[in-house]
């Protein structure tokens, strides 16, 4: 099962988690991280297991339902999104788990790290 790093490395306060991908891999070469584009076909497996910042967290937190989160408004199939894809995919049968590792945008490498590995531990 792949670890899906999400984020946008121009944006400084969204590229922590794939800055983070050679830390994680070093750590855990148990586990394959990918650096992952939430607009692209994504590789989910019926388990996923997503790292991405997460705007107004002030510590890193553990989601385990897209019940925590507000779907986006959607006017037209161009509004599609991964939280679109993911909740389609729950209702085929396809996606069965996920657990999405939310980390703050001012948290510091080492601390994110840290926190990522642990929570890998708890949820693998």
Known sequence: MPI????????????LPPRL?????AARPDLEFL??????????DEDTVIVDTVINL???????SLDDFAAAPRLT?????????MRWRQKL????KVSIIGLPPNISPDAAKNAVLEMLSDIL
């Open 4 to 15: 899906l790093l999400f984020g946008n490395p121009e944006v400084a306060a969204d590229s």
């Open 21 to 25: 991908q050679s830390a994680l891999a």
């Open 35 to 44: 650096t992952a584009d939430p607009t692209e076909n994504l590789p989910f």
């Open 58 to 64: 002030e510590e890193p937190r553990l989601f385990t």
């Open 77 to 85: 199939g161009h509004d599609y999104d991964v939280y679109a894809e």
């Open 93 to 96: 049968g396809k996606l069965k």
